[in-house]
Each structure stands twice: as structure tokens, then as C-alpha cells.
């Protein structure tokens, strides 16, 4: 895929109100491909809206370059870059239309009145709000407001929409709707979005990519299944989702095998790959990754929350250690609190992070 948006080796610092210096991103490096849904996903304070505003032009940076299609967007303001930004409050005019909202843009660079009443009329169809021209924003359901600053950004037709957490004031029957709607959106529209999100879930159903960021630096970037599946850090694996972290010292290898065991005494068996006997490492399974066997991980069931289809379970293994995480399909047969059960699960696919990652 082309690289349509560059970002190098960018550089911002702030200075705090006690007169120190407060690092929000330390040398990125990012690139977004020409039609690329790209999601920027970490904790808050990770960096993640001042990259998004630094190449909105909201931020200047210290150091580094920015570059859309080849061409240097550093050191343009915000209104001489092709891109467009929808902001978590809508930032609607109260007083304005929903239509004179929508085109305001277009009637400050001087289109003319007939050709801006058919790009609006476009842009509404595109969002599904035909037919609201006339109302105001008060006259709107939050979804419906979202839906208005969607259509005027794209009403100008940018080559990168910026998106810096737009759904995160919807609750979550409509937060699932819009989140189908905007990558469909996307997809009709054919540019490229930069997403900004704190929300896993989201991230994973929405992105192509996700890159994942930690106090101003890249974490790990990939596919939601290269994120959710092979965490190359720690961080990443306990950020991404609910999951089973295990720690220890391979204390042996057995071909394309090897034996994890933690310090209570857990023994796991993990792929061999890249292992060496005695070397630290964590391994990495997911609640749905255990099933319910006639034989493996031995522990007794401390709690069950049924969630419809699926069974939470939280067991504590004989062995020690910390409890274990388990989502099984509910079934007349499934286990209570204080039960005994054992746990398998498929050795050949547990990822596994080295020690140091």
C-alpha cells in the first residue's frame, strides 16, 4: 500500500506549570497508506490527540517532519492543509442551521450559493441527515450531532479525515451503530482517517491498523489480530482486552515445545521458538483460549457471572498463582462456584513476549 501520510522522527515537549519540561511525544515515527483506517489507541497522557493536533496544524512540533502525498505539511497553518478534524464536541454554531453549519467552509472561501447548497445536500446524504437542513443543533439526538460534524468536515472534500475521539459522549447502543457507520462511511468516501481512541473495543472494530502508544512513543503497530494475538510487549498485552499473563523461567525444551514454569510452580507448556532453557519470559492466553477439559490446569471456580451465551468464570489453580480468567459457552453442564474443573488449551498457539519486551 502507498504511504499517503508520513510522519518522521516528530518531537514536542511542553513546559509544565512548575516551570519543567513535559515530554508528549519523543521522535514518532507513523505512516498511514492512501485509504488506510489507521486508530491511534493508548491511556490518556500517551500523546496520542497532540500527534492528531500536530498534524491537523493545532501543534507545532519542536523537531521531526509531517508529510501528506510527498508534500511537507510542517510549518503550514491548519486552513492551507488539506485535511479536516472532527472534534469529541462537535464544536456546532448554536445559532446556525444544520445546513448552514455544514457549509459554513464553503461560504468563507466564496463558493457560490448553488454549488454550496448541492455539496451540502451531498454531504447529508452521505451521513444519512436529509431532510434536518433546517433544524438546529438543540433539535438534535447526540448521534444526530455527531452525524453534522461529520458531514462538514467531509464537505470539502479533505484527503485526511482526523477523527479525535468523536464518539466517546454516545451511549452504547448508538456508539455501536455510529462505529459501523463511520467505517462505511470511510469505505464510500475512499481517504484515509486517523482515529484517535482510548477505547480497545472500538479499536478493534474499527481499524485497519492500530498503533498503539505509550508516553509519547509507539508501542507496537499492526492489525487489530496482530495487536490482540501477538502483543510484542507487556503493555500492549495487558492494554489490549482482557487477559492471562504468565511469568517464568523456561525450565526446559522439548523440540518445538518448552516448559514454562512461574514461580508458584505453574507449568506451562509454549512454543519453543526463540526460547533457550533458563531464559525469562511471559505467556500470553486469552479468557477464550481456555477450554473446559477432562484433564490439564487444575483449579477450583471462585466466581461465575453469566453473560448470556458466554460464562465468566475466575478460577483459582491448585498450583498457585494468580486466578486465572475463562470464558466458556453456558451450558446446562457448566460449573459453579466452588467447583473443581481443569483447564486446556492449544500449547502451539500461546504467544509468548521475551523478557525485556
Known sequence: MKTFLDVRAVWRSFLTPEGSSFQALGGID????????????????CGKTTLLRAIAGFEQIDSGAILLDGAHLTGLPPHRRPVN???QSYALFPHMTVARNVGYALE???VERGRRRAEVEDALAKVGLLGMENRKPGQLSGGQRQRVALARAIVAKPRLLLLDEPLSALDRNLRQQMQIELKDLQHRLGIAFVFVTHDQ?????????????????????????????????????????????????????DGESAEL???????????????????????????????LAAAGLAGIVTRA??????????????????????VARDSAAAPREGERVSLGYDAATVHVIRDGA
Not at 30 to 45: Q, R
Not at 203 to 218: K, W, Y
Not at 311 to 323: F, I, K, Q, T, Y
Open 30 to 45: 507513523l505512516s498511514v497508506g492512501d485509504g488506510e483506517f489507521v486508530t491511534l489507541l493508548g491511556p490518556s497522557g
Open 85 to 87: 478534524t472532527v472534534f
Open 108 to 110: 468563507v472561501r466564496g
Open 201 to 253: 473495543e472500538e479499536a478493534l472494530t474499527m481499524s485497519d491498523r492500530i498503533v498503539v502508544m505509550r508516553a509519547g512513543h509507539v508501542e507496537q503497530a499492526g492489525t487489530p489480530r496482530e495487536i490482540f494475538r501477538r502483543p510484542a510487549t507487556r503493555f500492549v498485552a495487558e492494554f489490549i482486552g482482557e487477559t492471562n499473563l504468565f511469568s517464568g523461567t523456561v525450565a526446559r525444551i
Open 261 to 291: 514454569r512461574t514461580q508458584t510452580g505453574l507449568a506451562l507448556a509454549v512454543p519453543a521458538a526463540g526460547l533457550s532453557a533458563g531464559a525469562k519470559a511471559t505467556a500470553v492466553l486469552r479468557p477464550t483460549d481456555f477450554t
Open 305 to 326: 457471572v453469566y453473560l448470556g451465551a458466554d460464562l465468566h468464570l475466575r478460577v483459582a489453580p491448585e498450583d498457585g498463582g494468580p486466578e486465572i480468567g475463562v
